[in-house]
């Protein structure tokens, strides 16, 4: 009979650090334009005007062809279906580019169980990931690595890539994640007796990729964006209940086989290799509020 296992992560720490510059941001009001010289010259090429007008896109002295034009049309329309606020309650950070560093802490169990209440219990070491991310008005992505590896003291393989997407109305989430080793096996069926170990163990990899999307209902007066990627801000105390789904499809692969010989006979099954193959699927609801203190 093939075993079950159970996986459990735990999130011990998190901290992020921002900085921003760039265009104005706005809320369904346009920033009027800031006139350049140079930007008026006939020669200058409408990417080079909207680099050096640090992206203020609705500037009337862009020369967009008739394609890139249209385009920004689209992108004024969907803003003001998407991502208008009552402005007595939220309004833009002020900034369009936002980067940012992110300091992320966890640790994972895992449990294998197996006939006869039988059961292999690993845990990893706590990683400790550093990464950076860069935001366009509503797109975000980061990524994220082994701080281990960076200062010499290596625990494990570990990348994390995000893509982020936030908007009043909604906001959507793709992630990929790669693990691989980094472990320590705290029991092995009947081996020691059944009690408490502490067994170096590297050959366990994971790899995932997921993704989720939820709605605001009360999304003219609550931001998300305001709490977590700082492109807007609160200006009075509003909530809202948040619904959605999620799906993650995950790929583990355990290896006993490099074990010493007196732990594998105490394993308790025919097989020392398995690969754990699923896709979770799920419902996200609850509620969300932000508290402004002035």
Known sequence: MNPLLLRLRLTLVSLAVLCSAGAVAHDGVLPDSTSVDTLSAPTAKWYRQLIDNGFHINDP???????WRW??????????????????????????WKAGLKSYNWMENYTLLFPHKMRVNMVSDVFSDVGAYLSFMAVSVGYTLNANDVFG???????NFDFNFCCALFS????????S??????????????EHLSQRFDDVSLSSVGGDIYYFFNHSRYSQ????????YQLRSAGSWIAG??????????????????????LPADYEKYRFHYTDYGLIGGYAYNWVLR
């Open 61 to 67: 002295d862009i020369d967009y062809p008739g394609f």
């Open 71 to 96: 385009c920004v049309g689209v992108y004024n329309w969907g803003d003001r279906t998407f991502n208008s606020y009552d402005p007595d309650y939220v309004v833009g950070a002020g900034k369009n």
């Open 153 to 159: 003291h290596p625990v494990a393989n570990h990348h």
């Open 172 to 179: 959507a989430n793709l992630n990929l994640s790669s693990t």
């Open 181 to 194: 080793g980094g472990t320590r096996i705290t029991r092995f069926g009947d081996y020691n007796k059944g």
């Open 225 to 232: 964006a305001a709490a977590y990627s700082y492109s807007k």
């Open 245 to 266: 789904a999620a799906v993650t499809h995950q790929n583990i692969n355990i290896d006993f086989s490099g074990l010493p010989p007196e732990m594998l006979e105490k």
